[in-house]
């Protein structure tokens, strides 16, 4: 049946809209994008009014729409661990009562208010939607599922199996109990934003050495040999305060939380190092029960903590399953798809149609919105700036590659925007990743961010053997594998000084690729290959022509503290108030020297919040 179902997640962070009709992803897009709120949490109508645009549908035409979580299951775990730790808990009633008894318990008449139509609605449970955003688009006819995240209704770990149309769960850890809250304790102690800030602590950790590991294996944490946990509440302030930590967690690491954009010192790099190992022995001592009780050679994987590249990289080293494939919107926002997955398969008989290349059906997850080019010409006379029109791909694939090999930085502005946190060709900043001083210029004149952070090597996919250690394919950046030694260049780590930015270490060459390579010889990696995106594929293939190395660098088209550009005014704005020499908005290239200095002073910029 070919049913159009709308999927919706929102109310906690990162709130997205997902379509689908017969089974088959037509769009999905986070609200931020177009809200320019970062992990918007509010109910998505940008993200829905697009995602009926591009299905070229009307409300009334759905057949369902379906919500990413259970609402009442939610309200019974609230109200349960609020009562279990009462009377300390009313700051924590005070906060999530607003939430579970306002909007989100109401979620349905909301949905018939904003599309002004009496549709069918429905509910899944969030870890269902995240396995089903996993299965679903996968390349496998059957695979075990493992989603991990902070918290859906109760459960925080699920186990279980995908085969044909059926999901079927297995096994699951409850909340108070969870890996994702383990990981965002430690997130919040060193000084950054839990809900966002989890992948600065996990590029933070190669920097440090996991001195602390013991203790959160002695203190924090129960493991046992089939992956499942327990955490001490004693030293966790999550389920009586509106904290993550508390005394007890302060006293076992030596003092206070890191304060927000102060120094960051040697006990911070140890803890994430520590706190990452520990979650590495969690993910993979979890895959193997998995693969032991399902006997299936096939993984897939969705949560938050599937966006721990590293941690998969390491199950995926370890041969634990023959293939691997991870939603690239792992988190909350790839619930809206999963839940409308879910319901198009288990609701709407809907039947999987494989890809006959064996690939996944996300379509390199470029499900957002796109501009013609006609659009961004319209937005461009209107503004006057000035441009030139590069129509042949070959020409403008050169003309990028070589602004790379000279040294410059580029926006790339090009087709449908992605869909999760990676910039994956179509919403990009590239830099060439031979240069010493690419990954600092980066970092500190174009995104604003903190230093240490690493950025990924966009690889040809037929390339990337030759120099990393991934023997697989990597297409949405969610494996990390290690450089090869015949790329590495001997590191002096120990006379290395810490000043506050790590720009002592950080500017030390680690391989001839040193713009991608992380301070333990490490690299997130995203394969490119030509059927997915063509024009990306297009331009590394010219900057390998022109320099002998078929690798660019790529990080996403933002600045700190925003969310990835989604129109071609989002693109200006972030070209103009950073030092990116060259803008590609589709087959329109911008020169910086080149604009009008009246575009060059305050009117473009806005105020962003340090993330």
């Known amino acids: 049946m070919n049913a159009t179902i709308l999927g919706i997640s929102a109310f906690y962070h990162d709130s997205a809209a997902a379509i689908i009709r017969g089974g088959e992803i037509v769009a999905a897009a986070q609200e931020e994008r177009f809200s320019r709120k970062k992990h918007d949490p509010r109910f998505p109508k940008k993200a829905v009014n697009y995602c009926l645009s591009e299905a070229f549908i009307e409300p009334d035409e759905l057949d369902a729409v379906v919500f990413y979580d259970h609402p009442l299951l939610t309200l019974d775990r609230v109200v349960k661990s609020i009562l279990s730790a009462a009377p300390r808990t009313e700051e924590q009633w005070m906060k999530a009562s607003r939430s579970i008894l306002g909007t989100k318990l109401f979620v349905s008449d909301l949905i018939r208010d904003t599309l002004k139509t009496d549709v069918k609605i429905l509910f899944t449970e969030h870890h269902a939607s995240h396995a089903a955003s996993a299965f679903y688009p996968s390349p496998f006819e059957e695979a075990a599922i493992l989603t991990m995240d902070g918290v859906g209704e109760w459960a925080t770990t699920t186990l279980g199996t995908g085969k044909g149309e059926s999901i079927r769960l297995l096994k699951e850890i409850n909340f108070p109990h969870s890996l994702g809250l383990l990981y965002s304790a430690f997130t919040y102690f060193c000084g950054f934003k839990v809900n966002s800030g989890e992948y600065k602590l996990m590029g933070l950790a190669p920097y440090g050495e996991p001195v602390y590991a013991s203790a959160i294996r002695d203190n924090l944490i129960d493991i046992k040999q089939d992956g499942s946990f327990r955490l001490n509440m004693e030293y966790f302030g999550y389920l009586d305060t509106n904290r993550m930590t508390n005394p007890k967690f302060t006293e076992l690491f030596g003092g206070e939380a890191r304060n927000p954009e102060s120094m960051i010192a040697k006990r911070e790099m140890d803890l994430a190092a520590s706190v990452q190992k520990v979650t590495e022995a969690v993910v993979s001592k979890t895959a193997r029960h998995l693969r032991e009780i399902t006997g299936m050679s096939n993984l ?183 450089v090869k030694e015949e790329h590495r260049l001997p590191m002096d780590i120990d006379n290395f000084t810490q000043d506050d930015d790590l720009l002592a270490l950080v500017n030390q060459l680690r391989s001839d690729v040193p713009a991608v390579t992380h301070v333990d010889y490490s690299a997130r990696i995203q394969t490119v290959h030509k059927e997915t995106n063509p024009e990306y594929y297009a331009i590394i293939e010219a900057f390998e022509k022109f320099t002998g190395c078929p690798i660019v660098v790529n990080t996403s088209f933002n600045v700190r503290g925003e969310p990835i550009v989604c129109t071609p005014q989002d693109a200006y704005l972030c070209f103009m108030r950073t030092e990116i020499d060259l803008l590609v908005l589709n087959d329109c290239i911008l020169r910086k020297e080149a604009q009008p200095e009246a575009e060059k002073d305050e009117s473009w910029k806005v105020e962003f919040d340090p993330d």
């Open 300 to 482: 897939v994987m969705a949560g938050g903590v599937a966006l721990n590249c590293v941690a998969n990289g390491l199950v995926q080293r370890e041969g634990i399953f023959d293939r691997i494939w991870i939603q690239p919107a792992a988190g909350d926002a790839g619930g809206s798809l999963g839940a409308a997955l879910l319901a198009s398969y288990e609701r709407f008989g809907a039947r999987r149609e494989r890809d006959p290349a064996g690939r996944d059906t996300q379509k390199g997850s470029y499900l957002g919105v796109g501009f013609s080019s006609d659009e961004v010409r319209a937005f461009l006379d209107r503004r006057s700036l000035r441009y030139s029109r590069v129509e042949s791909l070959e020409d403008r694939a050169e003309l990028v590659a070589k602004a790379l090999a000279e040294g410059r930085i580029v926006g790339f502005f090009s087709g449908r925007m992605e869909f999760g946190p990676r910039a994956l060709g179509a919403r990009s900043i590239l830099g060439d990743p031979r240069r010493k001083d690419t990954q600092a210029v980066m970092n500190l004149k174009i995104k604003y961010r903190e230093s240490f952070r690493p950025f990924a090597p966009s690889v040809l996919a037929e390339r990337s053997n030759d120099y990393f250690e991934l023997g697989s394919e990597s297409p949405y950046m969610l494996l990390v594998a290690p």
